[in-house]
């Protein structure tokens, strides 16, 4: 079967979930699931094709969550509007931050992302005049579109996964076109990418920015979607658990990081009792997932071509 | 214009160690030339220095009558020059089409914007890549793997694939880094024939190799390096019959 029929399968059971669930809860969670499969596969463009991590990506979700309110709530800016500015500053932020970032390989990469991440957190968290700071900022109005406002868990429900499933269509797109191919090759014999003519550092700032401006967009719709954000939702721990559903879903598999994504969102968000103990089953999953299968969940999904 | 590259004066040391040291020769246009050398010559430094993987202390090199100071490692291919490793470097993701067809990168002209949205302008170029490099699949007799990956096909094809994936970019000149290394008689003497074939399409070869037999029959012209100079050039019967060489070799 090939991917695209396979997308559309998914997104038509989706769909029909959405109208058969009428609880709003089960939708609100679905909603958030989808915001993170939008963050998630930005990542794996990233990591699972071109082969470079980002353990600051919470960072950016939280610029396009907090420029996106921020104009709206203290500037008035029309929601669209500033979700648009908010997304194109931040992925304009990751090209200007991934150009020197990105000529540093492996660990030392890490460690700068992850540093960038925390800058960005500890900006949100101290700016208070215009952040909020750890109190948060309230207020960022609901979404709407000439006068159709998405003021039922539905209503957002359908716009953010036709957009999410957009999104994976784009990136199958681009995977499946010369660029993917160079980034497969940038990621296991980058020497050699360059005898094909490959402007290996130029591509890798690329597809960083891409995936920055995949974060951002999930962050600002995430803020206008609850109406409320705060500096403890784009944590460290939340950048890590961006790079664990990619893992565990298998570097380079979209149906993979789609469903581990979709799982490890909701399943936190259910087992609400146990939330104190979900950071250690978190990094057990990795760990176990890391020994027994290092491919991820790629292998059930190598019937799909 | 004769020279399709030519190699001036060439110096490179790593530490106190002269990997490269004040090394000239050309390569005619049409000639298929052998650099060869004992381990540890210089011969894989002066490739990597050719194509821009490694800067040169000094000397310079020109490509059809230009200088190739001002050009990165990634626009030689542009230029018409391409290349294969000593040590394969076969895409794992990619099937051995699609290994090929990032050969065919840099001729395809649809941008990002026709990738992610999958416009006309990336299906015609997709289209044109695959049918391009499935001819030369052909060409090289390999097209039976097309669909395989590079774990499931033996060693002698894999280097096959590589030579496929260097010439599907069309280029003047192909640098081959031991081809022969790692094969048996029968590929190698396949290898010879294929060598042959690329070279009456009018490509100007030049490769490094150990086997001395393939040395021997297919190039026209021997340069012999050892620790880092060049020591004898000309062609294989006079090669064979060099003192210098002999010494390099096989010691007094």
């Known amino acids: 079967m090939s991917q695209k029929i396979f997308l559309l399968i998914l997104f038509v059971v989706i769909m029909v979930f959405g109208f058969f669930v009428k609880n709003p809860f089960i939708l609100n969670m679905m909603s958030l699931a989808a915001l993170s499969v939008i963050v998630v596969t930005g990542l794996n463009l990233l990591l699972g094709f071109a082969g470079q991590i980002s353990l600051g990506h919470a960072g950016f979700v939280a610029m396009g969550a907090y420029i996106s309110a921020v104009f709206s709530v203290k500037f008035n800016i029309n929601p669209w509007v500033a979700i648009v500015l908010a997304v194109f500053i931040t992925s304009l932020f990751g090209a200007v931050i991934g150009y020197p970032t990105l000529k540093l390989k492996s660990h030392y990469l890490a460690m700068a992302t992850l540093a960038i991440g925390e800058i960005i957190h500890s900006v949100v968290n101290n700016y208070v005049d215009l952040t909020g700071g750890p109190q948060g900022l309230t207020g960022i109005p609901m979404l709407s579109f000439f006068g159709f406002s998405f003021d039922s868990e539905i209503k957002f429900y359908i716009f953010v996964w036709t957009l999410t499933f957009l999104l994976i269509l784009m990136s199958i797109n681009l995977v499946n076109s010369r660029f993917g191919r160079a980034y497969k090759a940038i990621k296991s014999k980058e020497n050699a990418a360059y005898a094909f003519g490959i402007n290996v550092h130029f591509y890798k700032v ?6 920055v401006f995949y974060a951002s967009l999930a962050g600002a719709l995430y803020a206008f979607y609850l109406g409320f954000i705060s500096p403890s939702s784009f944590g460290l721990i939340q950048s890590i658990d961006y790079v664990v559903m990619v893992v565990i879903g298998g570097m380079g598999s979209f149906f993979g990081v789609f469903f581990t994504s979709v799982i490890l969102t909701i399943l936190p968000n259910i087992l ?11 990094g057990l999953l990795l760990i176990l997932a890391m020994m027994f299968m290092p491919n991820g969940l790629k292998g059930l999904f190598k019937w799909i071509k | 214009m004769d020279k399709i590259i030519s190699i001036d004066s060439i110096t490179k040391s790593f530490g106190g160690i002269k990997a490269v040291d004040n090394v000239s020769f050309f390569v005619k246009n049409g000639e298929i030339k052998a650099l060869i050398g004992p381990n540890g010559a210089g011969k894989t430094t002066l490739f990597n220095i050719i194509t821009k993987l490694y800067t040169k202390d000094s000397g310079s090199i020109s490509f059809m009558g230009n200088s190739i100071e001002k050009y990165k490692s990634y626009e030689l291919i542009k230029l018409g020059m391409s290349r294969t490793f000593q040590n394969i470097q076969l895409i794992n993701d990619l099937n051995v089409l699609e290994n090929v067809m990032l050969g065919y990168h840099i001729n395809m002209k649809s941008n990002v914007l026709d990738a992610f949205l999958s416009l006309p302008k990336n299906k015609k170029y997709e289209k044109e890549a695959e049918k391009t490099s499935y001819y030369i699949l052909r060409f090289l007799k390999i097209d039976n793997i ?17 030579i496929a994936r260097a010439l599907v970019s069309k280029p003047k000149l192909l640098l081959l880094d031991e081809p022969a290394a790692g094969l048996n008689e029968s590929e190698t003497n396949r290898l010879l024939k294929t060598i042959f074939r690329i070279w009456e399409q009018g490509v100007s070869i030049l490769l490094i190799e150990h086997d001395m037999n393939l040395v021997m029959n297919c190039s026209h012209s021997v340069v012999v390096m050892d620790e880092g100079r060049k020591i004898a050039e000309g062609p294989p019967s006079y090669i064979q019959n060099n003192d210098e060489v002999k010494r390099a070799y096989f010691g007094k």
């Open chain 2, 146 to 162: 097309e669909k395989k990956y590079p774990n499931e096909i033996p060693f002698g094809y894999k280097r096959l694939v590589e």
């Open chain 1, 206 to 211: 690329f597809i960083f920015t891409v995936s």
């Open chain 1, 272 to 282: 609400t009792s146990l939330e104190d103990y979900w950071p250690i089953a978190n």
